[in-house]
């Protein structure tokens, strides 16, 4: 029994249905009728799509513009992936789905008086603290917590399902968690961006190897020798232990045995991960293995034998990175398992297993490409390039599949490492770039027009599949420009006495939101473009009272607007947009959203260090981090690309625009709440846009 569905047993909770292996395998006996085939490519830029058409390099999207159309779309405000993607799932804006950054904060936390998140989901305690006492130290729980999804509002397939549509949806943002709609469509999705991994995380890989290749927390480096029987012992960390009962903080992890054996001559490991064991060379990469975490649970055999869980699951993929003279191996972030998902990563929640059943176990970590791992040194970019591949292989081999057994309805099928590549890749194309490398230049130069490159054969692929009646819309969420200077915005707010300190300090230092004084600070900034004012009754400590609030924003906005580097890069204004969010968003949540969404200009971006609030010393800085591209900016300056094999009904659209054209191509009505119209010209009277 899984954990998620002990704690229901024995809390009397409503009992788990257990889905067969019918979920997939009805396909041949579904009615055929008209597709809908959408792919989403995250971050593909319409400049570059068009001059790689011009040069001849993507003949299948020149195909699906020929046959329909082609042109830039309006990304959302600001442009980031959960807010574009729920712009696109709810067929509005913020005002109604409410996510305005990657990063929201807690205006009034239980501890502390900052509190950043994850903006489209969060996880909830039990809604009652009961457990039964096993031991000295130890305590079953009795009710379960939950993950709650945050975006607000429907989605566009709850009318594709209200009107009979089946619909599958495949990784799309800022659908975390997975809920079904009512109706008698068939609906079916797995999670993407916002799925953490075993710890709780958003991705820690752990590297086993004489030697730390950084010192940050961007991997797990556990420093360990071979002895002189070529063996290394050691232990993988996972999450907490759930079942240990301790009086304050966070119970300690569990853990599973490592052991690694080498051959005494060859470049060969034999690794032995719980109770998963694989031969690997150098060089070499495993397949997904199951990793078990016992929890230590007293009694343990008798537990299981009652279906209580004993032991936590995940899986990991292994690396040999090196064999001799140093053993070096790379262990991923421990994924949710598919085939026994600690949280629910699909709607339905077999919908997971089935797919693993049928491919094989795949990466369900929100973020898979493990660019974490590449800043830290622990994997080169050619081997990040190949961890990445991994996944992409992963995705393909689905999407395909998916294609196949689509009969009629609607795929909607979001590929995400476009994204992660451009994110890791641009400054070796950016010769200005501060952190530009020749030697670098030469290895990874085209990488991002490779990876543009490489979308165009699944292009084809769905343009092929398509029947007469049937319609494929290919689109990217926003596009891409360089990162080459950071720009502090909490130090700037110091600086201009919008942020005061309980202690200042002489000279410039870093300082840490923990030392904000909240009875003199009237404005702060968290998350890559949002920025606060400190109101009074809304913040735990705000000074601000509503009176004085809208002539802050107008003064903070036009001090913003005059902000220039310094003259070595030439007095460039940093700032191109300030957009007061009561302005733009008039139905914004104020306890949710930011009061400012800050408009950078091009090769410009938020400050690694002021991301969480902090003030690190310098005002602007050399982006020198191996996350080089940004669409964090001003939106405009980003826009996303739209294609479709029908004809365009406009010459200008929004991301706001796919949900009215998706419902559109099916007939099906448009609700009010939409704020966006059809791009493609149909024959359906009764899909009239609220607009």
């Not at 230092?509 to 003199?520: L, N, P, T, V, Y």
Request: glycine share 10%; net charge negative; charged share 25%.
């Amino acid at each position: 029994m899984r954990r998620r569905d002990f704690v229901k047993a024995v809390a009397g909770g409503a009992s788990s249905t257990l889905l067969g292996g019918c979920l997939l395998s009805d396909s041949d006996t579904r009615a055929v009728g008209k597709r809908v085939v959408v792919v989403a490519f995250d971050g593909l830029d319409p400049r570059i799509i068009r001059s790689l058409m011009e040069a001849g390099k993507l003949p299948n999207y020149r195909r699906l513009a020929e046959r329909g159309g082609f042109m830039k779309i309006a990304t959302s405000t600001p442009p980031h992936t959960p807010v574009a993607f729920s712009n696109i799932i709810s067929g509005a804006d913020a005002s109604l789905h409410q996510v305005y950054d990657f990063i929201h904060r807690d205006p009034r936390p239980a501890y502390g008086n900052l509190a950043p998140f994850f903006s489209t989901s969060t996880a909830l305690p039990p809604t009652r603290d009961w457990t039964l006492p096993w031991g000295d130290g130890w305590e079953l729980p009795l009710f379960a917590g939950e993950t709650k999804n945050l975006r607000q509002g429907p989605a566009f397939w709850d009318q594709l399902i209200a009107a009979g549509i089946d619909t599958d949806v495949y990784y799309v943002p800022s659908n975390y968690p997975a809920t079904g709609p009512e109706g008698p469509g068939r609906f079916r999705a797995l999670s993407g961006m916002g799925v953490p991994d075993l710890r709780g995380g958003y991705g820690q890989a752990t590297f086993y190897g004489p030697r730390a290749y950084s010192r940050g927390a961007e991997t797990k480096f556990v420093v360990v020798r071979a002895d002189r029987q070529h063996r290394i012992k050691t232990t993988l960390e996972g999450p907490p232990n759930f079942l240990r009962k301790v009086p304050r903080g966070s119970p300690p992890p569990v853990a599973a045995p490592v052991e690694i054996v080498r051959d005494p001559e060859t470049a060969i490991v034999k690794v032995r991960v719980g109770n998963s064991t694989v031969l690997l060379a150098q060089g070499e990469w495993s397949d997904w293995i199951a990793v078990d975490f016992p929890t230590g649970i007293p009694g343990a055999a008798a537990l299981g034998a009652a279906g209580a869980p004993t032991s936590l699951r995940g899986m990991v993929r292994l690396y040999a990175k090196q064999v001799h003279p140093d053993i070096e191996l790379y262990v991923s972030p421990i994924n949710i398992d598919p085939t026994d998902p600690l949280n629910p990563i699909s709607s339905p929640a077999g919908f997971c297993d089935e797919l693993a059943a049928r491919h094989g176990r795949y990466s369900t970590l929100g973020l898979p490409e493990d660019n974490k791992s590449f800043r830290s040194g622990a994997l080169t970019g050619e081997e990040f390039l190949k961890q990445t591949s991994l996944v992409e292989e992963e995705r393909a081999e689905q999407f395909r599949q998916a294609l196949t057994d689509l009969r009629a309805g609607c795929l909607f099928f979001y590929f995400g490492s476009t994204d992660l590549v451009q994110h890791m890749f641009w400054r070796d194309r950016d010769e200005a770039h501060p952190a530009y490398d020749a030697e670098e230049a030469e290895r990874f130069g085209n990488v991002v027009a490779d990876t543009y490159l490489a979308t165009d054969k699944l292009v084809g692929e769905a343009l092929d599949s398509l029947g007469d009646d049937d319609t494929l819309i290919v689109f990217s969420d926003h596009g891409f420009t360089t990162f080459r200077r950071g720009f502090n915005l909490s130090r700037w707010l110091l600086d201009n006495r919008y942020t005061r300190l309980i202690r200042p300090a002489w000279g410039r230092r870093f300082e840490q939101a923990g030392q904000i004084d909240w009875s003199k600070t009237r404005a702060y900034g968290v998350g890559m473009n949002a920025l606060y004012v400190n109101r009074r009754g809304r913040e735990k400590h705000g000074v601000v009272a509503e009176k004085d609030v809208r002539p802050l924003l107008d003064e903070l906005r036009d001090k913003l607007l005059e902000v220039r580097d310094d003259d070595e890069h030439d007095n460039q204004p940093i700032v191109t947009r300030v957009d007061l969010v009561e302005d733009v968003y008039p139905g914004a949540d104020l306890d949710v959203a930011p009061d400012i969404i800050v408009g950078y200009a091009d090769s410009y971006r938020v400050g690694w260090g002021a991301v969480l609030g902090d003030m690190p010393p310098e005002l602007v800085e050399d982006n020198n981090d191996r996350w080089c591209g940004t669409h964090l900016i001003a939106p405009e300056q980003v826009p996303g690309m739209f294609f479709a094999s029908r004809p365009l009904a406009t010459e200008k659209g929004s991301v706001s625009d796919l949900a009215p054209t998706i419902l559109d191509l099916f007939g099906v009505d448009i609700p009010q709440h939409m704020t966006g119209k059809s791009l493609v010209r149909t024959t359906n009277s009764t899909a009239t846009s609220p607009t």
